[in-house]
């Protein structure tokens, strides 16, 4: 079973900067992608950043410029460095790691870590 471990969220005032670490339990190769997603108090869970296997990476647009997606194959690890944080990116950071299973039925199996706070307040 895959384990994703976040770590790095907390309390940072606006302006501030703070970076997620997600582990996982096996190769991040062995996935088509990795991201973050992000979920606030009564707000739908939505797409923060992801990066490939190949190392393509996808940004939200509130966050294009603010936020940057990492990797260290070594380490089985995924970062999200955070600057210029504003009180709206306030949220639980949520890990994901996504495979694409390719058969005669093809489909995709996600993989969540337990999620992180972030909270953004002065």
Known sequence: ?????????????????????????????SFNSMGWYRQAPGKERELVATITTGGITNYANSVKG?????????????????NSLKPEDTAVYYCNARKQVVGSHSYVV????????VTVSS
């Open 66 to 82: 603010r936020f940057a997606i990492s990797r260290d194959t070594a380490k089985n690890t995924v970062y999200l460095q955070m």
């Open 110 to 117: 996600d993989y969540w870590g337990e999620g992180t706070l």
């Open 1 to 29: 079973q895959v384990q994703l471990v976040e770590s790095g969220g907390g309390l940072v005032q606006p302006g501030g900067s703070l970076r997620l670490s997600c582990s996982a339990s096996e190769s991040i190769f």
